[in-house]
């Protein structure tokens, strides 16, 4: 981030020459005004008309040259202070001249050019302007009075306006020198000002934290670049009404501004769908009326620590599991199967040994789940196709399911398309959920059918792959806890047989893949799971 660290080039004096332009233009219109005014004597001029009218021309000339040279900053400042301050001494001693002497109060235009040249250049270059000036004053009175045009009372009215002259010359450097310093220093302060707003908004955009701040009137003031994504919000966002930018934002802002933080909005979904995002409120200044600073979290991050304690505490028991639990498990299923091959058994003893043996299986799993989970960490991502991916996976699992070729039907858009993923974990997943839809998924006296479709999601290009089925689905108050471990939503035996870890573990090979398993009911009956991969843009290489 490129920050200024350099003043301009100084302006005062060239800021000062071009009022001194314009300053010459307005004494030669109000001059041209006075002298063309109708009455007798003329206000100006009247010793002297051809003359006047000629200098007051020629000013106007000048101006309006020299206007085009001062903005273009040409040839320098000394040159363009040394001809105008000629010049102006010059034209306003030959004005005095032709409108009778001093008293005509002309020469008091001296006064002006005089402190303003004296204000950009040196001490003794203003001096210099000043003692030429009066120079000038002077000699124009020693030349009345010698060809006897002014009185000898103009002499001492002469001396005067010249030290008066020398006075302000003396006087405006110093004043130039504060003024110049004050100016400065303000240009500095504006300059670290830009600075620091330059820094702050590279820190803003740059927070892991996504971030929108709105005006008392929710017009969005500030957003980085995380919350836009969140939001699905591009450039131009600045005073934009959040309305427009995001309505479900706007509900959760109008929640909070009604009832506060007793009654907090719930997450909605981001822009792509991919998560779900929960604001947070911090008012600035005037609660509930004023600005308001909105956090955006992804509540995936905050499950993710939930199950991160949930995970460290099974780890801590894989080990002591897989010793304890394992091979007591492995004796009870052993020593079943030896009961049920004993002769002479009743039917309902029979019964009851397979009930053993069921359910020491359904340990043994539940067992395998939990160690699976403690060796999550062993990831091997890798590009894969998956169009071809997805063509050899349904082959296989429908041969292996021993299912016909029409009961598991492949939706294919937006090809071709690669995803980063352990192939295993996609494996063990993509599995995990066509079982889900074989075993819940499929309605009484219905033929099963598999649903799988991949493509990429609009407006993010992220890719995806959904199993769908055309089942019961799942309970809406139970849709948030279908990816809690050892959570099972059906109701009769058949339904409850799973260990209830499937969906968990499929959550979590996702997540460690930096793909999101999310689930969606359909809307003509059944159940959507959809795995939303890694976006391709973010691949780590």
Excluded at 17 to 30: D, G, P, Q, S, T
Excluded at 145 to 162: D, I, N
Excluded at 379 to 384: A, K
């Amino acid at each position: 981030m490129p920050l200024r660290t350099e003043l301009m080039a100084p302006e005062f004096a060239w800021r000062t020459l071009r009022l001194l332009n314009a300053f010459r233009l307005l004494y030669a219109a109000l001059l041209f005004a006075m002298f063309i005014y109708p009455t007798t004597p003329r206000l100006v001029g009247e010793a002297h008309p051809d003359l006047f009218l000629a200098t007051v021309l020629a000013a106007f000339v000048w101006a309006a040259v020299n206007d085009f040279a001062v903005n273009q900053h040409w040839p320098s400042v000394q040159a363009q202070g040394i001809s105008q301050g000629f010049f102006d001494i010059g034209a306003i001693v030959l004005l005095t001249w032709a409108s009778g002497g001093l008293g005509s109060g002309v020469a008091n235009l001296l006064i002006i050019t005089v402190t303003a040249l004296a204000m950009i250049t040196s001490r003794l270059r203003g001096l210099a302007f000043a003692a030429l000036a009066v120079l000038a004053i002077l000699g124009m009175q020693a030349y009345g009075l010698a060809t006897g045009v002014t009185g000898a009372g103009e002499s001492t009215a002469s001396g005067l306006f010249g030290g008066l002259l020398m006075f302000l010359a003396l006087a405006a450097g110093p004043f130039a020198r504060r003024f110049a310093e004050s100016e400065a220093l303000a240009r500095q302060r504006g300059v670290d000002l830009e600075n620091l707003n330059q820094l702050n908004e590279y820190i803003v955009q740059n927070l892991r934290e996504s971030i929108v701040v709105l005006d008392s009137d929710d017009r969005i003031r500030l957003m980085n670049e995380a919350a836009g994504k969140y939001l699905g919000i591009g450039r131009g966002w600045r005073g934009r009404p959040v309305r427009e930018a995001s309505e479900r934002l706007y509900q959760a802002v109008r929640q909070w501004r009604e009832h506060g933080s007793s009654d907090p909005p719930p997450p909605f979904p981001s822009a792509d769908g991919a998560t779900q995002v929960a604001p947070y409120f911090a008012p600035i200044g005037r609660p509930r009326s004023g600005a308001l600073l909105i956090f955006l979290e992804d509540t995936s991050i905050q499950s993710e620590r939930a199950q991160q304690a949930k995970l460290a505490a099974l780890g801590r028991l894989s080990a002591s599991i897989a010793h304890e639990i394992r091979n007591p498990v492995g004796a009870l299923s052993h020593a079943a199967q030896l009961l049920g091959e004993a002769e002479n058994l009743q039917d309902s003893q029979q019964r009851l040994t397979t009930i053993i043996e069921n359910n020491a299986t359904r340990v043994s799993n539940i067992v395998e789940n939990v160690l699976q989970l403690s060796r999550r960490e062993q990831l091997n991502p890798q590009r894969v196709d998956l169009v071809a991916w997805a063509k050899q996976f349904v082959e296989e699992y429908g041969g292996a399911a021993g299912l016909p070729a029409e009961a598991v039907d492949l939706e294919i858009s937006n090809a071709p398309i690669e995803v980063r993923m352990d192939p295993g974990h996609l494996y063990q997943v993509a599995t995990n959920l066509c079982d889900n839809a074989l075993a819940y998924g499929v309605m009484a006296g219905a033929a099963p059918r598999i649903e799988l479709a991949i493509g990429r999601r609009s407006g993010t290009d992220r890719p995806y792959l959904e199993v769908r089925d055309r089942g019961p689905g799942i309970p809406p108050e139970l849709a948030e806890q279908v990816f809690e471990p050892f959570f099972r939503a059906g109701t009769d035996a058949t339904q409850r047989s799973g260990s209830g870890l499937g969906l968990f573990i499929s959550r979590e090979l996702c997540e460690v893949n930096r793909a999101t398993l999310l689930y969606e009911p359909r809307s003509d009956g059944g159940a959507i799971f959809r795995i939303i991969f890694a976006d391709p843009k973010r691949w780590r290489t």
